[in-house]
Protein backbone atom coordinates (compact mmCIF):
# COMPACT_ATOMS: atom_id res chain seq x y z
CA UNK A 1 0.00 0.00 0.00
CA UNK A 2 0.81 3.43 -0.74
CA UNK A 3 2.33 6.13 2.44
CA UNK A 4 0.95 9.47 2.79
CA UNK A 5 2.68 12.05 5.27
CA UNK A 6 -0.31 14.15 7.02
CA UNK A 7 1.64 17.62 7.77
CA UNK A 8 -1.00 19.34 10.04
CA UNK A 9 -0.24 23.47 10.62
CA UNK A 10 -2.07 26.08 12.02
CA UNK A 11 -1.39 30.09 12.08
CA UNK A 12 -0.50 30.52 16.05
CA UNK A 13 -1.39 34.31 15.26
CA UNK A 14 -4.85 33.10 14.68
CA UNK A 15 -5.45 30.25 17.02
CA UNK A 16 -4.06 27.12 18.37
CA UNK A 17 -4.28 24.18 20.33
CA UNK A 18 -6.50 24.38 23.54
CA UNK A 19 -6.20 22.34 26.78
CA UNK A 20 -8.63 20.41 25.88
CA UNK A 21 -7.24 19.34 22.99
CA UNK A 22 -5.07 16.70 24.71
CA UNK A 23 -7.88 14.03 24.85
CA UNK A 24 -8.69 14.30 21.63
CA UNK A 25 -4.86 13.69 20.00
CA UNK A 26 -4.58 10.82 22.83
CA UNK A 27 -7.78 9.49 21.17
CA UNK A 28 -6.33 9.54 17.48
CA UNK A 29 -3.26 8.23 18.40
CA UNK A 30 -4.93 4.99 19.69
CA UNK A 31 -7.23 5.13 16.93
CA UNK A 32 -4.46 5.07 13.87
CA UNK A 33 -2.61 3.00 15.81
CA UNK A 34 -4.82 0.11 16.33
CA UNK A 35 -6.02 0.16 12.69
CA UNK A 36 -2.40 -0.75 11.44
CA UNK A 37 -2.06 1.98 9.05
CA UNK A 38 0.50 4.04 11.25
CA UNK A 39 3.83 4.18 10.04
CA UNK A 40 5.19 7.18 12.28
CA UNK A 41 4.29 10.66 13.69
CA UNK A 42 6.42 13.56 15.59
CA UNK A 43 5.28 16.80 16.79
CA UNK A 44 8.00 19.67 16.53
CA UNK A 45 9.17 21.76 18.95
CA UNK A 46 8.96 25.88 18.62
CA UNK A 47 10.73 27.00 15.41
CA UNK A 48 12.81 28.99 17.76
CA UNK A 49 14.59 25.86 19.13
CA UNK A 50 15.60 24.50 15.68
CA UNK A 51 18.48 26.18 13.14
CA UNK A 52 17.93 26.92 9.31
CA UNK A 53 21.08 25.67 7.10
CA UNK A 54 22.07 26.66 3.76
CA UNK A 55 25.15 26.08 1.36
CA UNK A 56 25.54 28.91 -0.96
CA UNK A 57 29.02 29.22 -2.91
CA UNK A 58 30.38 26.37 -0.74
CA UNK A 59 29.90 28.02 2.36
CA UNK A 60 27.70 26.71 4.95
CA UNK A 61 25.26 29.44 6.98
CA UNK A 62 23.25 28.13 10.13
CA UNK A 63 21.22 30.57 11.57
CA UNK A 64 19.63 30.05 14.89
CA UNK A 65 15.57 29.09 14.38
CA UNK A 66 13.78 28.16 11.38
CA UNK A 67 13.58 30.63 8.54
CA UNK A 68 10.85 32.90 9.28
CA UNK A 69 7.52 32.56 7.54
CA UNK A 70 4.25 34.17 8.37
CA UNK A 71 1.15 32.57 8.70
CA UNK A 72 0.79 28.60 9.12
CA UNK A 73 3.49 26.70 11.10
CA UNK A 74 3.91 22.94 10.98
CA UNK A 75 3.25 21.26 13.94
CA UNK A 76 3.95 18.12 13.12
CA UNK A 77 3.61 15.21 10.87
CA UNK A 78 1.76 11.16 10.63
CA UNK A 79 2.72 8.95 8.23
CA UNK A 80 -0.03 6.41 7.07
CA UNK A 81 0.04 2.92 5.09
CA UNK A 82 -3.25 3.08 3.61
CA UNK A 83 -5.12 2.04 0.25
CA UNK A 84 -4.96 5.21 -1.35
CA UNK A 85 -5.60 9.27 -0.78
CA UNK A 86 -9.28 9.34 -0.41
CA UNK A 87 -8.38 6.75 2.70
CA UNK A 88 -5.49 9.07 3.77
CA UNK A 89 -7.55 12.39 3.70
CA UNK A 90 -10.23 10.45 6.22
CA UNK A 91 -7.68 9.92 8.76
CA UNK A 92 -6.36 13.81 7.61
CA UNK A 93 -9.54 15.17 8.54
CA UNK A 94 -9.40 13.51 12.20
CA UNK A 95 -6.33 15.05 13.14
CA UNK A 96 -7.28 17.90 15.87
CA UNK A 97 -5.79 20.28 14.25
CA UNK A 98 -7.86 20.56 10.83
CA UNK A 99 -10.53 22.36 13.10
CA UNK A 100 -8.81 25.57 13.15
CA UNK A 101 -5.41 24.92 10.65
CA UNK A 102 -4.98 22.82 7.80
CA UNK A 103 -3.76 19.55 7.31
CA UNK A 104 -1.51 18.50 4.00
CA UNK A 105 -1.94 15.01 2.67
CA UNK A 106 1.40 14.10 0.34
CA UNK A 107 2.34 11.05 -0.88
CA UNK A 108 5.37 9.61 0.43
CA UNK A 109 8.11 8.69 -2.35
CA UNK A 110 9.90 5.70 -1.22
CA UNK A 111 13.28 4.98 -2.87
CA UNK A 112 15.11 1.82 -3.19
CA UNK A 113 18.56 0.67 -2.07
Known amino acids: MPKFAL ?3 YDPAATGPAEEEVTDWFA ?5 REAGVLV ?4 FHEAGLGRTVSVRDGATI ?6 PTSGAIVAGLYVVDVANINA ?7 IPTARYGSVDVRPVVEYEG
Open 40 to 43: YEAG
Open 88 to 94: ATSWAEK
Open 7 to 9: IHQ
Open 28 to 32: YDKEV
Open 62 to 67: VDDGVA
